[in-house]
């Protein structure tokens, strides 16, 4: 598929001493620069996400993945915005990443993907990756930068990292590290990987098949900690598939056939390889460790307005990390809003309609657009 | 293996409409049966749990699973009481499962394991089995009935199905159905035991090997869901295995390579037919679609005294169910006390050395004892 991209030919060099060359980001831009280049919003897009924030995806037809936040008249409005957003560094929706045919040192096509030998990557990486698009737009400073989940890691890293190129950010149902419970969620996932037949050690590209049972399992342990136990009960409860009594059979519950269709989708746009790597880079993600073990470090001077956003019934990302945050950026004389929503749909209530996430947040980008004269 | 196991010749008509014949329970009892026969306490296992509650188990050479709460002098005491421990229906410590030999409608052995033909069966199911075993027993009422998890869905059956057998019930860590969200994760298990390359449609016994890497993935999540995260941040945190600083490699985390280990040593001893067949026998239980749709209506007129027992950061059987089923109980004015122990260990808790928990089905115990004279 062609993605529109921007290629740097010099490469990049990872946290973890490897060089990816070229490096190819790729992108999606709604709105117009404005002449003096200062209505720049990136937004960066959470562990299955991608670039087609605000159209149609052109895997799946489905609709972007932020339409109800990003386009024109709306929160992260594009009449008035410049909005950028790049599929992350180890994605596979045109950026370097392991579904990308290889290069070697010296940044010549082998003829084959990546694969297994694409290297382990940061988030802070993929902020790095993403640093190289904006430079090559032309842009100085952006006016925001704006993510939820692992988008939201990757916001606290640009203005950890850039601070003086972020006017505001918005970190969103994220925290400043992944905690053990994340991480051993993950796990779970890459062991189904793994345990697929058609894995084979992460050359499946090798026979032209993938691993979908495994990804599938994957995709489907995750999908449960993106949701709440009670919109889970609310939307399916313990109704029965086709039947008005117990029956005895597979599948029997409709939760189980959601599921199990959630799965089976998600193996038709996503790569094995690439998800091990980016749920990888989330695993790693941890503030203050790269910050000498405070979390206020990472701030202390920085200029950037924040707005911190978390959702009451989020269990993989709770109010609670998201407190720990705002303390950390107090702690850094920070200036910072946050709003805790309340909702009983999840971690997943950041990419749904939520009327007063949505005032908030556009609140915000508005004060910032006023503050730069946009 | 060489099980103690009682083996009832005319077996046991299922929920499904099927019949197991000749049923087996394998089971073992502690202390010794008084004269009156008066101080018979029925403990009920969870999903892995097996009937060596109280001495090492034999596969794994670990002590009793419940070592904490059953013996000499301990909460339920068995210098006092006529402790006993069935392995469940569809288990596969030596009750009736899917890893015992099949018999055909006469009963007559089949030269091969049931695998993936052992019949579906319900909560009820298991409660239905162990009362043969109590009978064959020559106990006409059980001073009380106790379990934690599953154990707990069988207690309640157990106070449901035969009232004026049971003196006094503790359903701990439970509820009266199993939730979406529970389902859903079960439902992950399922789907990664299937896609195992092993698995071969549940005929896995014919080449005498097993899915053991789907097997291990189901024991992964389920063995989250039994933490808090609370649990998990203070067992394992962050921590890396072997390194100082961040090594990108395979099982960076502690918590990883504790996962992979449960999983791994899990298979060694559980059967995966025997997983799917309990799985679906828990996503079953909805004890009010069993009564007109009230819990209530399950114990109308019951005099069997209950302890409700829950855990503050059991996420798996949160409170709010405990606490439902205390109104349920109330609304059928039967005799209930309830508990909630503060604890941040999770699901798990009720296997561990909580002492408040301890007390309360001590006294609990000890009260009811005390009214029928033992």
Redesign the interface.
Known sequence: MDHQRAVFADGLALD?GAVIKPLSVAYRTYGKLNALRTNAVLICHALTGDQYVAETQPLTGKGGWWDTLVGPGKPVDTNRFFVICANVLGGCMGSSGPAEEMTDAEGQPMGRPWGIDF??ITIRDMVRAQKRLVDHLGIDRLLAVVGGSMGGMQVLEWAATYPDMVVAAAPIATAS?????N???H??GR??I????DWKGGRYWEDGRIPA??L??AR??AH?TY?S?AA??R????RLRGASA?T?LED??E??SY??HQ?STFVRRFDANSYLTIT?AM??F?LA?EHGGEVANAFRGTRTRFLVASFSSD?LF?TEESRALVRALNAAAANVSFVEIATDKGHDAFLLDEPVFHRALGGFLKGAAERVGV
Chains 1, 2 share one sequence.
């Open positions: 973890s290297p382990s590290y992944h905690s053990a419970q991480i051993a969620f796990e779970v062991a189904a793994h345990g697929d037949p049972k495994g599938s399992v489907m342990v449960i949701l136990e889970l009960g939307k399916f409860g313990r117990l005895f029997v519950f939760v189980e599921l199990r799965g990888r695993d790693y941890d460790s269990w709770p």
